[in-house]
């Protein structure tokens, strides 16, 4: 549109002559200075930083309110409950879609966590007592999934919490039989020994038998199919590959066998005897007449009593004082409904509430993140309230002593009763709790007087007491990201160098140590300054030699950067898994681990004879001397085998000095205690193959003090690396599983074969995927997928349910082994058998 301008005369007439004068000009733009440019993009800035601010403070807000309404949701009182026969505790969380198929990843429950879960119920004053579950099988499926070595960690989980809570809250094991019809329950009898009372159903059994190592031999059956092994070792003890070269037992196999049973047995009478004060003769004699019925059981002092599980849990009452206020409640509520014309409700239940160790471990978790008791209750505003109350609190107490004193000669009467609504409360609810069966058997075993002696020494200590805590609070007013911490990384099942394929490496069950992944993130803890320890949680029974020297390299650098490493050894930790604990500090292990293997096994399958007996010919053209070592249809030449022998002397060699090098041994030492040989923890530690007995958290402990760390956990902060991160599937199916349970919906009838069969061909082809995806990754054909798939479906159906369970061990080696084709392994199927089959 153009601007005109009228310059004739006779505007109204019309008559008069118009002129169009040109466009007027546009309007100069408008010049912006720097500092105009400036206040407008920073006010803009501001805007959005406070915006930001703002959802971050609502948003920081909302979660604690969430951890604050789920942690005020549970009860006043009740009873922690941890049921072993449905839970799968693992050193981690598989939170692979995989486990999701197999149905494993709902029921999962870190150790670590556990540990936690339990330190935290210790503290905790709304807990009134444990109840420990355990299924009635036998063997592993009973505790949990556990070892022996993972039952003595739990056994000293349980036993933690009966000191922290004392009288407070009795643990109470339960399991409708341990071991029925005379299955091997002695590892979940161990773990379940670390509670005060031990029960069991009138119609059960306990089956204490001992321990039993069975070696299953396949040379026969090659030599009947015409498959020759041919595998090489070093040295004698090495037995790896005698399940395919060998028909029985060697006398070194069986000189270590013999030896390992022996001090595990002795493990366990001493446990047993010390947890339940019987003498060694008396579990002695119960373990040759087991099984025995629960009757028999209790009159020897294995058993507390023989009740069912609605009897036992009746036991946890809850204390008067809560009683009365919900009867005072209930009281007031039918008031009105009569007032109103309703029906009566049901007065208040006198037996405690459960909560399942699940649901309590999630509201922790949930406190955890949202910062609850830690630094982000010390807000500036939140710590002058604190100040505040801190002061009135000292002048209520100087008020407190001062009529106290002024009042003594009238203690004996209602004065007692009025010393503090709080301590009253606790005091009826323990003497409530006393009067309870389970109570005699915890000051029995000594919890009640080891509680009361620590609460006399913290009564003594007085300004130490008060300095200590003031450290502390200062030290959880340290901001979260700014603490110091202690990186825990976890290696679980069969090393491989890596890539790892889908559903981990061959035999792992679904795990597996990726070297090719691990060894980065142990650099870039070597790198981050707020790290100051790291402690590795091994529980392998090795694999790869390349990829146990991969790791064992980046275990060397985080300690070259000057940063303590401590290695945690689970149920097994052998050959391979002793190749990488050998670049630690410090190695702690549970009595019953399975260590040690220092030895080499290679080999391979000639299956010439078994092609040609089913007219399958087999020809080749190579250039190259050696192309063909490795080739399933040919012997090897005596140049290839003295090649190979030189190989596996070198990294013989190679592993006997890395091992001198961090046990501070010379390698002729060390060389006297390889060969091969598996050694207990016991044993390890007495030959110096470790330093310490203990789990998990001692060797954090370890690790905070070689890095002058305080212990308190508020202080520094122990972190899982990496972090896990579980898919959107697997919460949901752990959601489901947990709910289903607290809805009793979970059966044991029905769909046994179909779901046995689902299961069998699920693991079926996660192995042969896994078996196929390794084999393409070297280049090499892999034609073993639907033997697999086949193999583990059928097994279900064909064979009997225990002899399918005793034959998964040997399904593991060989897998394992066979896995290996084209590797020199590290690996100790010795100890992987053992720790499979001990219950």
Known sequence: MAWTRNTGGGGSGGGGATATAAPLP??????????????????????????????????????????????????????????????????????????????????????????????????????????????????????????????????????????????????????????????????????????????????????????????????????????????????????AANVFTQCGFTDAHRANTVALLSCLSEQLLSSVAAARRLTHSVVTDAIDAAPLVPASAASLGLLDGVRYRDQVTAQFQKSEALLAREQKKWAAAERWRGLLGSAPSTPPDVRMSRVPL????????????????????????????????????????????????????????????????????????????????????????????????????????????????????????????????????TLSGSIMQGPAPPGGAPGGGGRSIDAATLAPQLDALARDPMVKAVVVRINSPGGSALGSD???????????????????????????????????????????????????????????????????????????????????????????EAAIQALIDTIYSDFVEKVAAGRKKTAAEVRALAKGRVYTGTQALSVGLVDQLGGLSDAVAAAKRAAGLPLDDAACAVVEFPPRKEGLLVRMARVAAVSRQQQGEQGDGGGGGVSELAAGLVDGYVAAMAAAAAAAAQGKPYGGGAVAMLAGAAAPLLLPPGAARGLAPLAGVVERLMALDGQVGLYSAEADVMAATLS
């Open 358 to 489: 699940q649901k309590y471990l999630a509201v922790q978790q949930l406190k955890e993140a949202a910062g609850l008791g830690s630094w982000a209750d010390d807000t500036p505003w939140t710590a002058g309230w604190a100040a505040l109350g801190r002061m009135l609190s000292r002048r209520e107490a100087a008020a407190g002593n001062a009529s106290s004193a002024s009042g003594k000669a009238d203690a004996s009467g209602g004065g007692g009763s009025g010393s503090g609504g709080a301590g009253g409360e606790s005091g009826s609810a323990d003497t409530t709790s006393s009067e309870r069966p389970e109570q005699t058997a915890d000051r029995r075993n000594g919890s009640g007087a080891a509680s009361g002696t620590g609460a006399t020494k913290r009564g003594g200590k007085g300004d130490d007491d008060a300095a200590a805590s003031a450290a502390a609070a200062a030290a959880a007013r340290v901001p979260l990201h700014k603490r110091p911490r202690v990186a825990v990384m």
């Open 550 to 640: 991969t790791l064992h390299h980046a275990l060397t650098r985080v300690r070259e950067s000057g940063k303590p490493v401590v290695v945690s050894m689970g149920d097994v930790a052998a050959s391979g898994g002793m190749f990488i604990a050998a670049a630690a500090d410090h190695i702690v292990a549970q009595p019953a681990t399975l260590t040690g293997s220092i030895g080499v096994v290679t080999g391979k399958f000639n299956v010439s004879k078994l092609l040609e007996d089913a007219g399958i010919a087999t020809d080749s053209v190579k250039v190259g001397g050696n192309v063909d070592m490795l080739s399933p249809f040919k012997d090897l030449s005596p140049e290839q």
């Open 26 to 239: 546009p309007p100069p733009p408008l010049t912006r200075t720097w500092w105009g440019a400036a206040k407008t993009y920073s006010g803009r800035g501001l805007t959005l930083f406070g915006a930001s601010a703002l959802l971050s403070a609502a948003g920081s807000a909302y979660v604690r309110y969430r951890a604050r309404t789920a942690d005020a949701g549970l009860p006043e009182e009740f009873v922690l409950e941890l049921d072993l026969a449905r839970l799968r505790l693992v050193d981690k969380v598989d939170a692979s879609p995989l486990a999701l198929l197999r149905g494993e990843a709902a029921a999962q429950v870190a150790l670590p966590e556990l540990q936690k879960a339990l330190e935290a119920a210790g503290k905790d004053g709304r807990v009134r007592g444990l109840l420990a579950t355990f299924g009635s099988g036998g063997g592993r499926e009973s505790v949990g999934g556990l070892g022996l070595a993972g039952a003595q960690e739990l056994h000293g989980m349980l036993h933690s919490f009966r000191l922290a809570a004392g009288a407070r809250a009795p643990t109470v094991a339960f399991a409708p039989a341990f071991g029925e019809a005379g299955g091997n329950a002695s590892t979940a009898y161990l773990a379940a020994t670390g509670c005060a009372s031990v029960y069991a159903q009138p119609s059960g059994h306990v089956s204490l038998t001992g321990f039993e190592a069975q070696g299953l031999f396949a040379r026969g059956l090659l030599d009947k199919w015409g498959v020759k092994p041919i595998f090489f070792t070093r040295e004698e003890y090495k037995s």
